[in-house]
């Protein structure tokens, strides 16, 4: 059974950065696909990035495109995701998951993952 456990969250100013950190344990980490999503309050859970397995391929959101940045560390078992130039309308909930397919190009909807962490609350203020 793989685990993940986010960290990073907080308070931050529009503008401002914040690096969330996703800890797995369990399972072959570095087989697994991995990406990053969000739910705000009253809304749908969203994609934001993915990475595949051996980190060469990244997808985005349109709406971070740019700002934030996807890595993933498999030598520790672990997946970031760097967030610059926040915006108020990043403020939500962000869950890390994994996905056990080996898929050439990382899924982006949240039915194609396996595994989640209980998320990290992001708040940011105008």
């Known amino acids: 059974q793989v685990q993940l456990v986010e960290s990073g969250g907080g308070q931050v100013q529009a503008g401002g950065s914040l690096r969330l950190s996703c800890a797995a344990s369990?399972?072959?980490?570095?087989?697994?696909?991995m990406g990053w999503f969000r739910q705000a309050p009253e809304k749908e859970r969203e994609f934001v990035a993915a990475v595949g397995w051996s980190g060469g391929t990244k997808g985005y959101a349109d709406s971070v495109k740019g700002r934030f940045t996807i890595s993933r560390d498999n030598a520790n078992n672990a997946v970031y995701l760097q967030m610059n130039s926040l915006k108020p309308e990043d403020t939500a909930v962000y869950y890390c998951a994994a996905d056990r397919l080996q898929r050439v190009v990382p899924a982006r909807h949240n039915s194609e993952y396996d595994y989640w962490g209980q998320g990290t609350q992001v708040t940011v203020s105008s």
């Open positions: 369990g399972g072959t980490f570095s087989s697994y696909a």
